[in-house]
C-alpha cells in the first residue's frame, strides 16, 4: 500500500537541497527564550510552560506524543548566528482532547544575547480539530529567492485518524528577511501527506505524489520562479487467491507548475493548496 508523499526538494537550476528540515531541536534553555521574548509571562509551577495574559500557554516541550506542540527551534544554516524559533500560542479557554486554537509567533534570535532580532505574529497556524496537527518544524533548506534573499520555511503536518480513509498532509510556508522584519513570502504549498480508501486488511484505492522544485534563472519582482515537478502514483491493492495482499500499481502521471512572485507572494496553484490547518 503506497502513501501520498510529497517530498520537496529546492535549489538553483537543477541542484536539489538536502532534508535540512530533519535535523535536531536546538532551543537550549528555552524558558530564557521565552522570557527574553516575552518579558511578562508568567512561569508555571512545573516549569513547563509560561502563561500570557489573560489565557494564553506557551508550552516549552512536547507534552506527550499526541499532542505536538512545544517550543520549536532551530539554527539557521544560512545565518548560523541567528536561532529560528516557532512559539505556539494556545489558546487554553478554547482548547481541549478535541482540537485546539492558537497562533504561533515566529522569532528570529541572536544565538549568543537571545536578543529578538525580527518577529512575526501567525494568526490560527495551531487551530486544528478532526484534522489533528502532528508535527511542527522548520525546513532551513537554502531557498535563495534573489541575491542576498534567504528563506526559511516552516512545516506542519496534519492528519485523520481513520484507517479507512487515511489522510495526512504536510504544508510548506516560506518566510523572507526583509530589514528588520519577517515576511510570509510562500503560503501553505502541500509537500507531504497521504490519501485512500480502504477495507483495513488490504483492498483499496491509495494515490501517492512526489514533487519535486528547482529555483528558475528566470525572476519576477526581483525573486526566482519556483519550478514545480508533480508525480503522482496510484495503487489498488488487493488480496490474491492465497489471501495474501498484492499490490497494483497504475501508470505515474506527471503534471508541471511554475511559481511566479507577485510582489507580494508566490501563488500556490490550486492543485498544491493545502487543506488545513
Known amino acids: 500500500m503506497r502513501m501520498l508523499l510529497r517530498t520537496l526538494f529546492l535549489g538553483l537550476a537543477a541542484v536539489c537541497l538536502s532534508p535540512a528540515w ?3 531541536d536546538d532551543c537550549g534553555d528555552a524558558a530564557a527564550l521565552v522570557q527574553q521574548a516575552y518579558p511578562k509571562a508568567r512561569k508555571s ?23 505536538p506542540f512545544g517550543l520549536v527551534c532551530k539554527i539557521w544554516p544560512a545565518y548560523d548566528d541567528l536561532l529560528l524559533v516557532a512559539v505556539p500560542l494556545t489558546d487554553s479557554t478554547q482548547s481541549s482532547d478535541d482540537g485546539h486554537v492558537g497562533d504561533i509567533e515566529l522569532l528570529v534570535v541572536d544565538r549568543d544575547s537571545l536578543q529578538v532580532r525580527r518577529r512575526l505574529f501567525q494568526p490560527g497556524l495551531i487551530t486544528d480539530d478532526a484534522m489533528a496537527i502532528r508535527k511542527i518544524e522548520f525546513d532551513t533548506g537554502r531557498y535563495r529567492l534573489a541575491r542576498g534573499v534567504t528563506a526559511f520555511g516552516l512545516r506542519i503536518e496534519i492528519a485523520n485518524h481513520s484507517q479507512a480513509n487515511p489522510f495526512s498532509e504536510t504544508d510548506l510556508r516560506l518566510y523572507a528577511p526583509a530589514g528588520d522584519a519577517l515576511r510570509l513570502v510562500l503560503d501553505g504549498l502541500v509537500v507531504a501527506g497521504n490519501g485512500g480508501e480502504g477495507d483495513t486488511s488490504c483492498a483499496g484505492s491509495f494515490h501517492s505524489t512526489e514533487v519535486s522544485l528547482a529555483m528558475s534563472p528566470v525572476s519576477h519582482h526581483g525573486y526566482h520562479d519556483i519550478a514545480v515537478a508533480e508525480q503522482t502514483d496510484t495503487d489498488n491493492p488487493s488480496p490474491d487467491k492465497d489471501g495474501e495482499c498484492q499490490s497494483h500499481p497504475g501508470k505515474s502521471v506527471t503534471r508541471s507548475y511554475r511559481l511566479r512572485y507577485d510582489g507580494s507572494l508566490y501563488p500556490v496553484p490550486e492543485a498544491l493548496k493545502v487543506m488545513g490547518p
Open 22 to 24: 530533519a535535523a535536531a
Open 45 to 67: 509551577a512545573d516549569g513547563a510552560s509560561f502563561t500570557l495574559e489573560p489565557h494564553i500557554s506557551i508550552p516549552l516541550t512536547r507534552p506527550d506524543g499526541d499532542t
